[in-house]
């Protein structure tokens, strides 16, 4: 029973930390700008194929993979901003449309180019390390403490750094910053800049911890989603929180019924409590 109960802490631990990374980056543009990015799975998927493709294809310096993914990822995010959601920001629909269109694209591309198998990223660390009686892997132990350490990071940036206030304020009033002299579209760049490189670095955990396959573009997508639904629409905190309970429900959903399970319990679970609070944990009416 012990055994059991520390699997899940742990094994939940980490896969809330993993999840927290790609959904507290897609509440971040959301909150912003009321963007929903359909695209930002294809972030969470591309950065763990350039890795891969790099350190084992290249070989490039594992360290230096890593870095030179989370950066294109970031930059392919302004990218896709600039091309795509810039010229029809204020037309919600059309927005979700293209970056749903690009994610689809993007999944086939992999689909061609790589099959439907999915592959593991290198990681810097191997083996297992016993924890209260149980053997953890320590690329779960790795991935749990980098997740945290981003998020430290996230909320750093967020709260303390004069760049993070400045975006704080245009996600509160856009027109009101703008009037006060603040570049809104250089801040709108900034945080999807942010918002893609989270994504990367959580697919990156991911692909090391479970590995990564196409699919996981648009699944990736769901769960982020869901899990910023669950929190608050535009609240980063109330994704993360939710990020860590929607991985208790996945794991022990795992460890107890299987895991085919897991995705029905979880968006059970979700919509049970959006029943009750429809603005989600942390939202608030608009």
Known sequence: MIDLIMRILVYGAVSGGIWALAASGFSLIFGIGRILNFAHGTFFVLSAYICFILAKDLGV???????????????LGVV?????????????????????????????????????????????VSGSMEIGGVLIPKTRILAFFVSIAVIILLEYFINRTRTGKMISAVSQDS??????????????MITMFVSASLAGIGGLLFGQVFGASPIFAVK???????????????????SIIASFIVGYIITTTIILLGSRWAEFVMLITIISILIFRPTGLFGVEE
Do not use: C, W
């Open 61 to 75: 310096n594992l360290f230096i993979s890593y870095i030179i993914a989370i950066l294109l990822v970031g930059a």
């Open 80 to 124: 896709v901003y600039k091309i795509m959601m810039a010229p029809v920001r204020h037309h919600e629909v059309m927005v979700i449309i293209v970056t749903l269109a690009f994610a689809l694209l993007v999944e086939q591309i992999l689909l061609l180019l790589f099959g439907e198998h999915g592959y593991s990223i290198p990681s810097f």
């Open 175 to 188: 027109e009101a910053a703008m009037l006060v002299g603040m570049d809104v579209e250089k801040l709108f």
């Open 220 to 238: 990736s997508l769901i769960y982020a989603f869901a899990i910023v639904i669950l929190g608050g629409l535009g609240s980063v905190r109330g």
